[in-house]
């Protein structure tokens, strides 16, 4: 089997629940776009219907067809995504991550600031800050709930297509071309690519 | 004394602790620290004591307790493990006593967790 990248995004219950479940979906679409092999699970285990709690959304990918359907949690993560900073200081969020990982984080302050809020940050190879708030201005474009059936704001909108322009940039995993045709936010989405700040660690 | 509850069985409950249905107590006993919420917040609280007239509505207006009135020192006290960040507090307060601060501005006051809960 080959090897099988696994993303965890963190986001905050219901007010950014729609944001971080798009960020899976739109990046599982691109990479099966790409020819790639992707799975995107919402979280179901950490209560997501409470306002701010934290919660994960998971994607998978890989080359050739992933034979793990059934365990959707990602164990060792090899991109963090961290849609509302804040997280970084309350959860070990790169628990299980094999050393040189990636962690991208939606906030304005600097990347030495946040490095200072995570105590086991020798494990990472990348640290990248896309300052999505500030891209959009607007943090929650609707409160449709972790069911996503009434989901009618389309996908991509809000903070959700930046954070995913600085994941093409950032991992290189998925196109930027192939991004354009899925989110609603293009221009958002572009200066999310262009504007993500990176940092490479020992 | 032991008590028996329909469907339920007998639990024990100490003298000192027994309140008759509907009582008021004056303030949690204990603290459930299996249950830390400090990691709920993106805004906490900062109290400026020369506004503040000790209305106690913080204390009524908080769903989880995180004020407490220390009468020794005449002082609100807030609860950083607890707190999620709700805002209610500041919403409430009638002499603006309270502001909304960036968690991130402050090095501590968050208890670091493994896991969401």
Same mark, same amino acid.
């Not at chain 1, 950490?46 to 034979?67: A, F, G, H, N, Q």
């Not at chain 1, 909108?157 to 936010?185: F, N, Q, R, W, Y």
């Given at each position: 089997?080959?090897? #099988?990248?696994?993303?965890?995004?963190?986001?905050? +219950?219901?007010?950014?629940?729609?944001?971080?479940?798009?960020?899976?979906?739109?990046?599982?679409?691109?990479? *099966?776009?790409?020819?790639?092999?992707? *799975?995107?699970?919402?979280?179901?285990?950490?209560?997501?219907?409470?306002?701010?709690?934290?919660?994960?959304?998971?994607?998978?990918?890989?080359?050739?067809?992933?034979?793990?359907?059934?365990?959707?949690?990602?164990? *060792?993560?090899? #991109?963090?995504?961290?849609?509302?900073?804040?997280?970084?200081?309350?959860?070990?969020?790169?628990?299980?991550?094999?050393?040189?990982?990636?962690?991208?984080?939606?906030?304005?302050?600097?990347?030495?600031?946040?490095?200072?809020?995570?105590?086991?940050?020798?494990?990472?190879?990348?640290?990248?800050?896309?300052?999505?708030?500030?891209?959009?201005?607007?943090?929650?474009?609707?409160?449709?709930?972790?069911?996503?059936?009434?989901?009618?704001?389309?996908?991509?909108?809000?903070?959700?297509?930046? =954070?995913?322009?600085?994941?093409?940039?950032?991992?290189?995993? =998925?196109?930027?071309?192939?991004?354009?045709? =899925?989110?609603?936010?293009?221009?958002?989405?572009?200066?999310?690519?262009?504007?993500?700040?990176?940092?490479?660690? +020992? | 004394?032991?008590?028996? @509850?329909?469907?339920?069985?007998?639990?024990?409950?100490?003298?000192?602790?027994?309140?008759? /249905?509907?009582?008021?107590?004056?303030?949690?006993?204990?603290?459930?620290? @299996? /249950?830390?919420?400090?990691?709920?917040?993106?805004?906490?609280?900062?109290?400026?004591?020369?506004?503040?007239?000790?209305?106690?509505?913080?204390?009524?207006?908080?769903?989880?307790?995180?004020?407490?009135?220390?009468?020794?020192?005449?002082?609100?006290?807030?609860?950083?493990? /607890?707190?999620?960040?709700?805002?209610?507090?500041?919403?409430?307060?009638?002499?603006?006593?309270?502001?909304?601060?960036?968690? @991130?501005?402050?090095?501590?006051?968050?208890?670091?967790?493994?896991?969401? /809960?």
């Amino acid at each position: 089997m080959a090897k #099988v990248h696994e993303i965890t995004v963190w986001a905050r +219950g219901v007010i950014m629940d729609k944001e971080g479940r798009d960020v899976i979906n739109i990046f599982a679409k691109a990479a *099966q776009m790409d020819g790639k092999h992707a *799975q995107a699970f919402d979280n179901y285990e950490d209560l997501p219907d409470r306002v701010l709690v934290t919660v994960r959304k998971y994607v998978r990918l890989s080359d050739e067809e992933i034979e793990h359907k059934y365990v959707y949690t990602n164990d *060792q993560p090899e #991109v963090v995504v961290i849609a509302e900073a804040t997280i970084v200081k309350g959860i070990d969020v790169l628990l299980g991550m094999k050393k040189g990982g990636t962690l991208i984080i939606n906030t304005n302050r600097s990347i030495d600031s946040m490095l200072k809020f995570i105590p086991n940050a020798d494990l990472l190879s990348t640290i990248a800050t896309v300052d999505a708030d500030g891209i959009t201005g607007v943090r929650t474009v609707d409160f449709s709930g972790s069911e996503g059936g009434v989901d009618e704001s389309g996908i991509g909108k809000g903070i959700a297509a930046p =954070i995913v322009g600085a994941i093409a940039k950032v991992t290189g995993m =998925i196109k930027k071309e192939h991004l354009a045709k =899925i989110v609603s936010d293009v221009s958002g989405m572009e200066r999310g690519y262009k504007e993500v700040k990176i940092k490479k660690l +020992g | 004394m032991a008590k028996e @509850l329909p469907g339920y069985g007998t639990i024990n409950v100490p003298k000192d602790r027994e309140v008759p /249905f509907g009582a008021v107590t004056p303030a949690p006993v204990c603290t459930q620290n @299996l /249950f830390q919420t400090s990691n709920w917040r993106i805004v906490r609280p900062v109290k400026d004591d020369e506004k503040c007239t000790r209305c106690l509505i913080c204390y009524l207006s908080c769903p989880d307790a995180c004020w407490i009135y220390k009468e020794e020192e005449d002082m609100m006290e807030w609860v950083a493990g /607890f707190c999620k960040g709700c805002q209610i507090c500041i919403n409430e307060c009638p002499t603006g006593a309270l502001t909304a601060a960036p968690e @991130l501005d402050f090095p501590d006051g968050v208890v670091r967790l493994e896991k969401p /809960f």
